[in-house]
């Protein structure tokens, strides 16, 4: 059995999805772009300020589902400048701890709202 997660801590969505889905074991976020969850705007700021909210996003929906980020077992980070790779890992760097989760990191020609970043997870309880 499956359980939407919903917080008003994190954007909402904006189509036809959940900002998270409980699948028993595991939970899986939905790709979190820097939208502040208040206004539904896209913050003002370079890749770094980009990455940093994309992260209090993720943070948020996860809290929502009583796990952090020490839960998340795999990252995919979508990027539309392979350039910022090294500032978005960066700040990436800063919400977490050993051991760290897989990732893929992949540059995509346009993401949502012409954002730089995008990160979806999967964590496991």
Do not use: C, W
């Not at 889905?21 to 370079?46: C, K, W």
């Not at 050993?98 to 999967?122: C, F, H, N, Q």
């Amino acid at each position: 059995m499956v359980k939407a997660i919903h917080t008003a801590n994190a954007p909402q969505a904006i189509g036809p999805y959940s900002q998270a889905i409980d699948a028993g074991d595991f939970v899986f976020v939905s790709g979190q772009i820097p939208l502040n969850p208040q206004t539904m705007e896209v913050v003002e700021g370079d890749i770094a300020k980009q990455t940093e909210q994309v992260m209090k996003n993720l943070q948020a929906v996860l809290e929502e589902a009583n796990l952090t980020f020490s839960n998340v077992v795999k990252f995919t980070i979508y990027i539309t400048n392979m350039d910022d790779f090294a500032t978005i890992n960066e700040v990436y760097a800063t919400f977490l701890k050993e051991p760290y989760p897989a990732r893929a990191t992949v540059e995509v020609s346009k993401l949502p709202k012409g954002v730089g970043v995008e990160m979806d997870v999967i964590a496991k309880k």
